[in-house]
Every structure is written in structure tokens, then in C-alpha cells.
């Protein structure tokens, strides 16, 4: 037997208790510093039986003849094309209301096309044909933009022919969502709860004295109270899931963050979900923004914030999970289409011409890929020397690819971003959420034979 080499450990508060996480198996446990040494110099015959046992059965230790990397290799593999779900990010427009002083679209003026009739049903056949030769069980649109409520009608016209085709093919249909906020009515939401919504996503920059300079309409006016008042109408709907509040976080808006969660919870709307969203520098409008995060930043800003938002009733899921691959944009069926008809692989990539995989022409064909696409998808995170020997591996995937290719100019780089970052903290916070009663204030008080 040997220790796994994905074992990680993390220091307390108490300079004798370390946390113990394998990132390839999801275990986690509480250790004193005697059992750090013993696993991390492999003297595994001075562990107890009991505890030993526990840590076989964990993934913690394991037998001598086994690759990770291989278990890793496999894993990733079947996740990029296991196939099981096809899902479509389809943007109808690139066209916008507002004008994000960060918006890598343009506000509709660097991108302005509508989708139109013709595309539509190329489209349309392109989701239906993919999905048959996926063989998948589940069909999934993502309308984002621009502003997709701008071209609802055309949302309306894909939902009413893709879903009773799903029906038809016994295919479990999805819908969600994302959009600025200002246009919902409550028309809009009561057409897209028949078609088995997912999920609304509203995005705010901050409390209203800073998301109405960041997030504003053509003419310069703010837009907060609108956005509010919709994120109100969407809890208070019966039918479907409380709406996804992302706030992006940078620099500048950070230290504004938890007034926001006050403003929030006095509205009533701790009820929902937030995402501390990050911006980043992967595209050519994003990277003339210059109040991103570092990484250092951000193991400092957003542990705080996850902290900030409990207190005040929200409860993002903190556990880490195994990611093989970063996102879903690194899965086969997965594809991101704009109003064009032409195919991206990352929504942060639409619109730009050196990322585009190709075009749907007639019947939903797709011809001459581009090169690119086989770059994208044969991106393997054990060829990345960086990816391959670190232990946060099977966590992160190897990153995001399109953050490699904004800092080396290939996808087949590594791609660090929020696990590298955030993961001993998040273990922190996780355990003091999930289980107070052992863990509080970055001390141990359970017992030492308790796992997570």
C-alpha cells in the first residue's frame, strides 16, 4: 500500500491539526501532525489498523500498483465524451440595452447581429441533429447574449419546435437564462416555466452607488432598483427556482460586496442564490479593465465575502468538487452558437473570429471545422507539465483554457483560477458551515476520529 498523491494538507488555527483532502477522491478528514508525517513519508505500517482501514476505503491510501494519473486519464476522458447531456449555450442576439463598462461584446455596438428566421431553423436542426448523433438523454438550452429578452420572440420560436420534438424522442428537456434584468416580465416567465427552467441568472456589480456607474443604459443612467424589483418578481414565482444572483467582483467593488448582502437581505432576497463571480482578463475588452483580481486577491477577498454573505443567511455550496475537466465548454456536446449561426466552444470567445469552430449552413450542417476545434478538444491536462504534477489536479481539470490561451496563446496550457486560490479556505469555511458543532473559528473541537 501507498499514500495517494493527491492527499492535500491544509494548517488550522491549532499548529497540531491539519486538514486532510484528496482531491481525486473528495475525502476529508481532521489529522494531527503524527498522521501528516506517517502518510506523507509513506510509513504506513506505524497507522493504526481502524484509521488505515478508513483510509483504503477513502482513497487516502491505496494499492502500490496503482497510476492516479491513469484513474485521472479515464475520468477525463469519459467526461469529455460521455455524451449524456447536449448542451447549447444559443445566443439569439448580440445586441444590448445596456453599455458594461467591462462588456466584451461591445453593448451591441462592436457585435449588433439578431438571429433571424433562416438561422433559427439551421440552428434548430444543427440542436437536433447533434443531439441524435450524441445519443444524449437530456437536451439543455442556455439563452444568453447580449440581451436575449430583446429577441424573445425567437427564444419562443426554438422552445416551441426543440421541446415536443424532445418529448417525441423521450429526451429530458432544460431551459435557463441569463440576462441583465431590466427588460423581465412577468410574461416572460410565465411562457419559459412550460419548458422546465432551470434556473434565471440577474447579475449586479455592487450596492446601487456602484453598480449604477458600472452597469448602465445607453444614456447613462443606473439600473439597480429595475434589477431588483425582477430578481422580487422571479423569487416571488411560484413555478420556478428562486434566481441565481451573480455579482461580479473586482478590485474596485470588493469592500462594497457586503452592504450589497444587507441591501439584499433587507429586500428579502437571501431567499436566492449568489455567485461571487470573478472577472477576468481572457478576452481583448476584459484585458483593458484593470481592476481585476490577482490570484492573491483572491484568496484573500473571497473567503471574507463567502463569509460576509453566511452571516447574513445566504449559503453558497462550499464543498469542492471533482472536476476533471474545468468546464463544460471542454465536453463534446457541448456548443456555444451566436445569432450568425457560427460555433464557439467558450461563450467568453463569441464573437471572435480567431476562436470560431464553425458555421451551421443548410439542414443544421456543419462544414470545414476549423482547426481550432480539435486544439480545443484534445486539450489533456496530464500533457500540461504545470497541470500534471500538481495535486489540486482533480479539482480544477487543468483550469480554464480560455484564461491558457490569454496568457500563452494555446488552450493547451494551464489555466489556474479560483480552486488554486480558494480551496484551503473554502475547506475551512465548508466544515465550520457544515458542521459547527466540531469546527468553529479555524479550531478542531470533534474528535480525532471523525471524517467529513
Not at 475520468?75 to 465524451?81: T, V
Not at 470573478?278 to 463567502?306: H, R
Not at 491558457?404 to 496563446?409: D, F, I, L, V
Request: proline share 3%.
Amino acid at each position: 500500500m501507498k499514500a495517494s498523491n493527491y492527499n492535500c494538507f491544509f494548517p488550522t488555527k491549532d499548529k497540531d491539526v491539519f486538514l486532510l483532502y484528496n482531491t481525486l477522491y473528495g475525502s476529508l478528514f481532521v489529522v494531527d501532525n503524527e498522521i501528516k508525517t506517517l502518510l506523507e513519508s509513506n510509513r504506513l505500517n506505524e497507522i493504526h489498523e481502524d484509521i488505515l482501514e478508513t483510509y483504503k476505503k477513502e482513497g487516502i491510501v491505496i494499492e502500490d500498483g496503482l497510476d492516479e494519473k491513469e484513474i485521472i486519464k479515464v475520468k477525463q476522458d469519459k467526461e469529455k465524451f460521455e455524451n449524456l447531456v447536449t448542451s447549447i449555450t444559443l445566443l439569439t442576439t448580440y445586441n444590448c440595452n445596456l453599455r458594461c463598462i467591462y462588456c466584451y461584446e461591445g453593448a451591441g455596438e462592436r457585435l449588433n447581429a439578431d438571429m433571424d428566421e433562416d438561422t433559427a431553423e439551421r440552428v434548430i436542426e444543427f440542436i437536433k441533429k447533434q443531439t441524435v448523433k450524441n445519443r444524449s438523454k437530456y437536451l439543455s438550452i442556455l439563452f444568453y447574449g447580449g440581451e436575449p429578452l430583446m429577441t424573445f420572440e425567437t427564444a419562443k420560436n426554438v422552445l416551441s419546435e426543440l421541446y415536443p420534438w424532445a418529448k417525441d424522442k423521450d429526451i429530458k428537456f432544460t431551459t435557463a437564462i441569463v440576462t441583465n434584468g431590466t427588460l423581465l416580465k412577468k410574461s416572460h416567465l410565465d411562457y419559459l416555466s412550460k419548458f422546465n427552467l432551470g434556473y434565471i441568472q440577474i447579475t449586479l456589480d455592487g450596492p446601487k452607488e456602484y453598480h449604477d456607474v458600472r452597469r448602465i443604459k445607453k444614456n447613462g443612467s443606473g439600473t439597480y432598483d429595475r434589477i431588483i424589483k425582477s430578481i422580487k418578481m422571479v423569487q416571488e414565482y411560484e413555478s420556478i427556482p428562486n434566481p441565481l444572483i451573480r455579482i461580479n467582483i473586482d478590485s474596485q467593488n470588493a469592500k462594497s460586496i457586503p452592504d450589497l448582502f444587507d441591501d439584499l437581505k433587507e429586500e428579502g432576497l437571501n431567499k436566492s442564490r449568489i455567485d461571487l463571480g470573478i472577472l477576468k482578463n481572457i478576452t481583448p475588452a476584459c484585458a483593458s479593465f484593470s481592476t481585476c483580481l490577482s490570484g492573491e486577491e483572491i484568496s484573500v477577498v473571497i473567503p471574507q465575502l463567502w463569509k460576509e454573505a453566511m452571516k447574513r443567511g445566504f449559503y453558497p455550496n462550499l464543498r469542492p468538487r471533482q472536476a476533471y475537466v474545468f468546464c463544460g465548454s471542454l465536453r463534446e456536446s457541448y456548443y456555444t452558437i451566436d445569432p450568425e449561426g457560427n460555433l464557439f466552444k467558450c461563450w467568453e470567445h463569441v464573437g471572435i473570429e480567431e476562436h470560431k469552430m464553425g458555421i451551421i449552413q443548410e439542414n443544421g450542417i456543419v462544414k470545414s471545422i476549423s482547426p481550432r476545434y480539435f486544439e480545443w478538444m484534445s486539450r489533456d491536462a496530464l500533457e500540461i507539465q504545470e497541470c500534471r504534477e500538481c495535486k489540486l489536479l482533480p479539482a480544477c481539470g487543468g483550469g480554464c483554457a480560455a484564461i491558457a490561451y490569454a496568457k500563452e496563446g494555446t488552450y493547451k496550457a494551464s489555466g489556474c483560477f479560483r480552486i488554486k486560490y480558494l480551496i484551503e479556505e473554502q475547506l475551512k469555511l465548508y466544515l465550520e458551515s457544515k458542521y459547527p458543532e466540531k469546527f468553529a473559528s479555524g479550531k478542531y473541537i470533534g474528535k480525532w476520529d471523525f471524517s467529513f
